[in-house]
T-cell receptor, first 113, second 115 residues
Framework: KAGVTQTPRYLIKTRGQQVTLSCSPI?????VSWYQQTPGQGLQFLFE???????NKGNFPGRFSGRQFSNSRSEMNVSTLELGDSALYLC????????????FGSGTRLTVV | AQTVTQSQPEMSVQEAETVTLSCTYD???????LFWYKQPPSRQMILVIR??????QNATENRFSVNFQKAAKSFSLKISDSQLGDAAMYFC????????????FGPGTRLSVLP
């Protein structure tokens, strides 16, 4: 079966712009989580969605937001981009049963110039 | 808050040899999961092995095994018969047992495999 699909794979944006990243989970998976990966801060949790509701949120400013659709696909949005938002953004999906494994996508590499 | 520490930023191993990657964590929870993920240049995080904290037996997956010491909060990964394809970043991760718990990742160890 298809894995977790993230689009686009690469993205270059200018400071001050906004960006939307997409994540399509494995079929049947209802939970989608987002992580930011940078050389300086490592992997940091952004948020998790389950059944279109945000269930958990990391310590990021309000410029970072997300949503989940009825088909479980998720988008995350970053407004007023800053240079420090340059990162690899990874999403992961799971069936959302306790103890389930999560499957990660290959990420979207965002560069802010 | 939980923290995960990996004290070895880089490691190298000769092909066919054995290498051990270290990980320590801090938590006040009694039930949780621990993981080792591999991230090759393709960027996808690939699950290598996982351990449930309530299980005393160390997890094994083919050439990969862990040494889980709950009291010491230590969770090391042993790779036996190292292969060139094992070269990657390895992340130790913690996740609590409650619904919606997120991963807490360590800073990673870059493993090189020498031919």
């Amino acid at each position: 079966k298809a894995g977790v699909t993230q689009t686009p794979r690469y993205l270059i944006k200018t400071r001050g712009q906004q960006v939307t990243l997409s994540c399509s989970p494995i079929s049947g998976h209802r939970s989608v989580s987002w992580y930011q990966q940078t050389p300086g801060q490592g992997l940091q949790f952004l948020f998790e969605y389950f059944s279109e509701t945000q269930r958990n949120k990391g310590n990021f400013p309000g410029r970072f937001s997300g949503r989940q659709f009825s088909n479980s696909r998720s988008e995350m949005n970053v407004s007023t981009l800053e240079l420090g938002d340059s990162a690899l953004y990874l999403c992961a999906s799971s069936l959302a049963r306790q103890g389930d494994n999560y499957t990660f996508g290959s990420g979207t590499r965002l560069t802010v110039v | 808050a939980q923290t995960v520490t990996q004290s070895q930023p880089e490691m190298s191993v000769q092909e066919a040899e054995t290498v051990t990657l270290s990980c320590t964590y801090d938590t006040s929870e009694s039930d949780y999961y621990l993981f080792w993920y591999k991230q090759p240049p393709s960027r996808q995080m690939i699950l290598v092995i996982r351990q449930e904290a309530y299980k005393q037996q160390n997890a094994t997956e083919n050439r990969f095994s862990v040494n889980f010491q709950k009291a010491a909060k230590s969770f090391s990964l042993k790779i036996s018969d190292s292969q060139l394809g094992d070269a990657a970043m390895y992340f130790c991760a913690y996740r609590g047992d409650n619904y919606g718990q997120n991963f807490v990742f360590g800073p990673g160890t870059r493993l090189s495999v020498l031919p």
